[in-house]
Protein backbone atom coordinates (compact mmCIF):
# COMPACT_ATOMS: atom_id res chain seq x y z
CA UNK A 1 0.00 0.00 0.00
CA UNK A 2 1.17 3.81 -1.08
CA UNK A 3 1.66 5.66 2.17
CA UNK A 4 3.77 8.77 0.88
CA UNK A 5 3.44 10.33 -2.92
CA UNK A 6 4.81 13.69 -3.72
CA UNK A 7 3.61 15.80 -6.61
CA UNK A 8 6.16 15.52 -9.43
CA UNK A 9 8.53 18.42 -8.68
CA UNK A 10 8.40 20.59 -11.66
CA UNK A 11 12.34 21.76 -11.30
CA UNK A 12 13.57 18.34 -11.99
CA UNK A 13 11.91 19.00 -15.60
CA UNK A 14 13.89 20.22 -18.45
CA UNK A 15 14.54 23.66 -18.69
CA UNK A 16 14.41 25.60 -21.43
CA UNK A 17 18.12 27.40 -20.81
CA UNK A 18 19.68 23.65 -20.61
CA UNK A 19 18.07 22.63 -23.71
CA UNK A 20 19.73 25.98 -25.30
CA UNK A 21 22.80 25.15 -23.48
CA UNK A 22 22.75 21.92 -26.00
CA UNK A 23 22.58 23.77 -29.07
CA UNK A 24 18.96 22.64 -29.82
CA UNK A 25 16.93 25.57 -31.93
CA UNK A 26 13.65 26.94 -30.59
CA UNK A 27 11.70 24.94 -32.86
CA UNK A 28 13.04 21.81 -31.55
CA UNK A 29 12.68 22.75 -27.68
CA UNK A 30 9.30 23.79 -28.07
CA UNK A 31 8.96 20.33 -29.53
CA UNK A 32 10.74 18.53 -26.46
CA UNK A 33 9.18 20.93 -23.64
CA UNK A 34 5.62 19.34 -25.52
CA UNK A 35 6.48 15.81 -25.07
CA UNK A 36 7.73 16.49 -21.91
CA UNK A 37 4.64 18.09 -20.96
CA UNK A 38 2.99 14.49 -22.29
CA UNK A 39 4.98 12.45 -20.18
CA UNK A 40 4.42 14.50 -17.17
CA UNK A 41 0.49 14.55 -17.63
CA UNK A 42 0.69 10.87 -17.50
CA UNK A 43 2.89 10.66 -14.73
CA UNK A 44 0.14 12.62 -12.73
CA UNK A 45 -2.67 10.67 -13.75
CA UNK A 46 -0.74 7.62 -12.72
CA UNK A 47 0.10 9.15 -9.53
CA UNK A 48 -3.69 10.13 -9.35
CA UNK A 49 -4.93 6.62 -9.84
CA UNK A 50 -2.41 5.08 -7.20
CA UNK A 51 -3.63 7.82 -4.55
CA UNK A 52 -7.72 7.06 -5.21
CA UNK A 53 -6.83 3.54 -4.42
CA UNK A 54 -5.00 3.90 -1.73
CA UNK A 55 -7.71 6.39 -0.32
CA UNK A 56 -10.34 3.61 -1.27
CA UNK A 57 -8.04 1.24 0.74
CA UNK A 58 -7.91 3.30 3.49
CA UNK A 59 -11.48 3.70 3.95
CA UNK A 60 -12.04 0.00 3.74
CA UNK A 61 -9.98 -0.61 6.00
CA UNK A 62 -11.56 1.79 8.23
CA UNK A 63 -14.66 0.17 7.88
CA UNK A 64 -13.84 -3.24 8.41
CA UNK A 65 -12.57 -1.93 11.64
CA UNK A 66 -15.47 -0.23 12.86
CA UNK A 67 -17.13 -3.82 11.81
CA UNK A 68 -15.13 -5.54 14.16
CA UNK A 69 -15.04 -3.19 16.95
CA UNK A 70 -18.56 -4.21 17.11
CA UNK A 71 -17.83 -7.73 17.64
CA UNK A 72 -16.03 -6.35 20.61
CA UNK A 73 -17.04 -8.93 23.88
CA UNK A 74 -19.40 -11.03 21.17
CA UNK A 75 -19.16 -14.77 22.07
CA UNK A 76 -18.68 -15.44 18.46
CA UNK A 77 -19.09 -19.50 19.01
CA UNK A 78 -22.59 -18.44 20.98
CA UNK A 79 -23.75 -16.55 17.65
CA UNK A 80 -22.93 -19.10 15.13
CA UNK A 81 -24.97 -21.35 16.79
CA UNK A 82 -27.70 -18.52 17.17
CA UNK A 83 -27.58 -18.65 13.59
CA UNK A 84 -28.04 -22.07 13.09
CA UNK A 85 -31.12 -22.58 15.18
CA UNK A 86 -32.50 -19.44 13.40
CA UNK A 87 -31.92 -20.72 10.41
CA UNK A 88 -33.02 -24.49 11.53
CA UNK A 89 -36.89 -22.80 12.63
CA UNK A 90 -37.02 -21.16 9.39
CA UNK A 91 -36.47 -24.05 7.59
CA UNK A 92 -38.59 -25.98 9.90
CA UNK A 93 -41.65 -23.39 9.35
CA UNK A 94 -41.22 -23.12 5.82
CA UNK A 95 -41.09 -27.10 5.61
CA UNK A 96 -44.44 -27.20 8.08
CA UNK A 97 -45.87 -24.17 5.56
CA UNK A 98 -45.63 -26.38 2.58
CA UNK A 99 -46.59 -29.42 4.42
CA UNK A 100 -50.05 -27.48 4.90
CA UNK A 101 -50.42 -26.45 1.36
CA UNK A 102 -49.89 -29.88 0.25
CA UNK A 103 -52.63 -31.52 2.82
CA UNK A 104 -54.91 -28.85 1.94
CA UNK A 105 -54.52 -29.70 -2.15
CA UNK A 106 -55.07 -33.26 -1.54
CA UNK A 107 -58.07 -32.58 0.51
CA UNK A 108 -59.52 -30.82 -2.05
CA UNK A 109 -58.65 -33.25 -4.66
CA UNK A 110 -60.11 -36.21 -2.72
CA UNK A 111 -62.91 -34.16 -1.94
CA UNK A 112 -63.94 -33.26 -5.57
CA UNK A 113 -62.59 -36.40 -6.67
CA UNK A 114 -66.09 -37.94 -4.10
CA UNK A 115 -68.06 -35.14 -5.18
CA UNK A 116 -67.41 -36.63 -9.17
CA UNK A 117 -67.79 -40.19 -8.54
CA UNK A 118 -71.29 -38.87 -6.66
CA UNK A 119 -70.28 -39.96 -3.75
CA UNK A 120 -73.04 -40.00 -0.76
CA UNK A 121 -71.11 -39.71 2.45
CA UNK A 122 -67.82 -38.22 1.79
CA UNK A 123 -66.44 -38.98 5.72
CA UNK A 124 -67.50 -42.86 5.05
CA UNK A 125 -65.49 -43.17 1.86
CA UNK A 126 -62.75 -41.09 3.27
CA UNK A 127 -62.44 -44.21 5.96
CA UNK A 128 -61.91 -46.61 3.38
CA UNK A 129 -59.03 -44.94 1.20
CA UNK A 130 -55.69 -45.79 1.82
CA UNK A 131 -55.24 -41.87 2.88
CA UNK A 132 -50.95 -42.32 3.73
CA UNK A 133 -50.69 -44.39 0.51
CA UNK A 134 -52.60 -41.97 -1.75
CA UNK A 135 -50.85 -39.07 -0.13
CA UNK A 136 -47.35 -39.91 -0.65
CA UNK A 137 -48.52 -40.79 -4.63
CA UNK A 138 -46.91 -38.95 -7.30
CA UNK A 139 -49.94 -39.09 -9.61
CA UNK A 140 -52.41 -38.47 -6.88
CA UNK A 141 -55.08 -37.17 -8.85
CA UNK A 142 -55.38 -40.03 -11.11
CA UNK A 143 -54.87 -42.76 -8.00
CA UNK A 144 -57.28 -41.12 -6.01
CA UNK A 145 -59.99 -41.37 -8.91
CA UNK A 146 -58.83 -44.95 -9.29
CA UNK A 147 -59.50 -45.82 -6.02
CA UNK A 148 -62.46 -44.30 -5.74
CA UNK A 149 -63.75 -46.01 -8.78
CA UNK A 150 -62.93 -49.59 -7.18
CA UNK A 151 -64.47 -48.59 -4.12
CA UNK A 152 -67.74 -47.64 -6.23
CA UNK A 153 -67.80 -51.19 -7.79
CA UNK A 154 -67.10 -53.00 -5.18
CA UNK A 155 -70.25 -54.90 -3.47
CA UNK A 156 -69.85 -54.68 0.13
CA UNK A 157 -68.72 -50.16 -0.45
CA UNK A 158 -70.62 -49.44 -3.67
CA UNK A 159 -73.78 -48.28 -1.67
CA UNK A 160 -71.48 -45.54 -0.33
CA UNK A 161 -72.22 -43.85 -3.95
CA UNK A 162 -75.28 -42.40 -5.71
CA UNK A 163 -76.08 -44.50 -9.27
CA UNK A 164 -77.03 -42.66 -12.29
CA UNK A 165 -80.58 -43.05 -12.83
CA UNK A 166 -81.20 -44.64 -9.64
CA UNK A 167 -83.21 -43.13 -6.50
CA UNK A 168 -81.03 -41.98 -3.78
CA UNK A 169 -81.09 -45.04 -1.46
CA UNK A 170 -81.63 -43.91 2.12
CA UNK A 171 -80.18 -45.30 4.62
CA UNK A 172 -83.06 -46.98 7.63
CA UNK A 173 -82.68 -47.30 11.18
CA UNK A 174 -82.09 -50.82 10.80
CA UNK A 175 -78.45 -50.55 12.57
CA UNK A 176 -80.19 -48.24 15.15
CA UNK A 177 -78.38 -50.29 18.01
CA UNK A 178 -74.99 -49.04 16.63
CA UNK A 179 -73.23 -52.39 16.43
CA UNK A 180 -75.31 -55.09 14.12
CA UNK A 181 -73.92 -57.30 16.17
CA UNK A 182 -70.18 -56.29 15.51
CA UNK A 183 -69.60 -54.65 18.46
CA UNK A 184 -69.06 -51.10 17.09
CA UNK A 185 -70.34 -48.70 18.52
CA UNK A 186 -68.78 -45.61 16.88
CA UNK A 187 -66.68 -44.46 13.89
CA UNK A 188 -63.42 -44.61 16.32
CA UNK A 189 -64.24 -48.31 16.69
CA UNK A 190 -63.92 -49.07 13.00
CA UNK A 191 -60.51 -46.86 13.00
CA UNK A 192 -58.77 -48.74 15.97
CA UNK A 193 -55.18 -49.20 15.56
CA UNK A 194 -53.45 -51.64 17.17
CA UNK A 195 -50.78 -49.49 20.23
CA UNK A 196 -48.06 -51.69 19.25
CA UNK A 197 -47.94 -51.56 15.26
CA UNK A 198 -49.93 -48.68 14.62
CA UNK A 199 -51.59 -50.45 11.87
CA UNK A 200 -55.42 -50.59 11.58
CA UNK A 201 -57.08 -53.55 13.48
CA UNK A 202 -59.37 -53.88 10.71
CA UNK A 203 -58.04 -54.34 7.51
CA UNK A 204 -59.44 -52.08 4.27
CA UNK A 205 -61.92 -54.59 3.04
CA UNK A 206 -63.51 -54.85 6.78
CA UNK A 207 -63.99 -51.14 7.29
CA UNK A 208 -65.82 -50.91 4.03
CA UNK A 209 -68.16 -53.61 5.10
CA UNK A 210 -68.46 -51.95 8.99
CA UNK A 211 -69.03 -48.30 7.48
CA UNK A 212 -71.53 -49.87 5.20
CA UNK A 213 -73.34 -51.86 8.05
CA UNK A 214 -73.25 -48.68 10.28
CA UNK A 215 -74.17 -45.45 7.86
CA UNK A 216 -75.26 -43.82 10.76
CA UNK A 217 -71.74 -43.45 12.26
CA UNK A 218 -70.68 -41.11 9.86
CA UNK A 219 -73.76 -38.54 9.42
Known sequence: MVTDLKQPNMEDCMKTEELKAQGLTQEQINFVMA???KDIDKMQKKLDDIIAERDKEKGRADSAEETLKGFDGVDVEKLNQSIKDWKKKAEDAE?????KIADRDFDDLLKEAIKSANGLNEKAIMGCLDIPTLKASKNQKSDIESAIKTLSEAEDSKMLFKAENIVTPHFTSVNKGGN?????????DIYATDPKTGKFIYGTAERQKLIAENPQLFQ
Do not use: R, T, V
Open 35 to 37: ENG
Open 95 to 99: KDYNQ
Open 180 to 188: NGSGIKSKE
